[in-house]
């Protein structure tokens, strides 16, 4: 099957700029308040419900994975990009790291406790979002949870550079009701939406959705 033209140019930025993705991004323990709460959160529910295991869907450098285990929850991360599963398993050897689509997981039905997207969902064209989250839900356990953590507005960014690199891929973002609209449509009751601000950018905001199958 040939490689989503989105993916490819996914996989390749982010083989490019993985190093210095992971020097310069803030770690989940830097991160700001509300969103480790959200993490804690997801966590909290993960474990209410028995646990199971929860897939990190675009992992990069693995950190946001660690910090899950450290909340308690049996974690493992799924990254298109090959660099970015090079970097988590070398500074995370005690879990697993698979270099893969979220869009096509290959994980049996209903055996997941739980799905973090953290900042990875974005990188998906919105007209592909139905059949992203289908699979989510496919994979997902009954009772299970989704945390949906990342960029919300009504954008297509381009980016011709990022992390000190030249690049080219996109970010497609999409407003946090219609996020809703379309979790709700592939099956998932929405418990929780959290919407910060951009600083800059009255157009863009930070988002966190909590959801369950
Ligand atoms: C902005 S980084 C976030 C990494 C990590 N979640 C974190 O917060 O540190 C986005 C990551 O998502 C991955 N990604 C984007 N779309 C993907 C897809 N469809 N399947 C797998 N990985 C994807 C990229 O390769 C990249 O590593």
């Known amino acids: ?52 295991e929860v897939a990190d869907l675009g992992c990069g450098p693995g950190r946001v994975t660690a910090y899950l285990t450290g909340l308690g929850l049996s974690a493992f991360g799924v990254d298109v990009s090959g660099e970015m599963v090079a970097l988590a398993r070398r500074a995370h050897p005690q879990l697993r790291f698979l270099q893969g689509a979220m869009d096509d997981l290959g994980v049996p039905d209903g055996t997941l406790g739980g799905i973090l997207a953290w900042y990875s969902v974005h990188h ?16 997902l356990a009954p009772g299970g949870h989704l945390l949906l953590g990342g960029h919300a507005g009504d954008v297509r960014l381009d980016h011709a550079r990022a ?13 946090v009701a219609r996020l809703v609209e379309l979790l709700e449509a592939a099956g998932f009751s929405v418990t929780a939406r959290v919407e910060q601000p ?12 909590l959801a369950h199958r």
């Open 163 to 175: 992390y000190g690199h030249a690049v080219s891929y996109a970010s497609y973002l999409v407003p």
């Open 124 to 139: 998906t064209p919105a007209d592909q979002l139905p059949a992203l989250f289908a699979e989510f839900h496919r994979v």
């Open 1 to 52: 099957m040939t490689e989503p033209a989105h993916l490819a140019a996914v996989r390749a930025a982010y083989d490019t700029v993985a190093a210095d993705y992971l020097r310069l991004v803030v770690p989940p323990e830097g991160m700001d308040p509300v969103s480790r709460a959200m993490l804690a959160a997801f966590a909290e529910l993960v474990r209410e419900t028995g646990g199971g």
């Open 198 to 209: 951009h600083p800059q950018e009255e157009t863009r905001s930070y988002a966190c959705l």
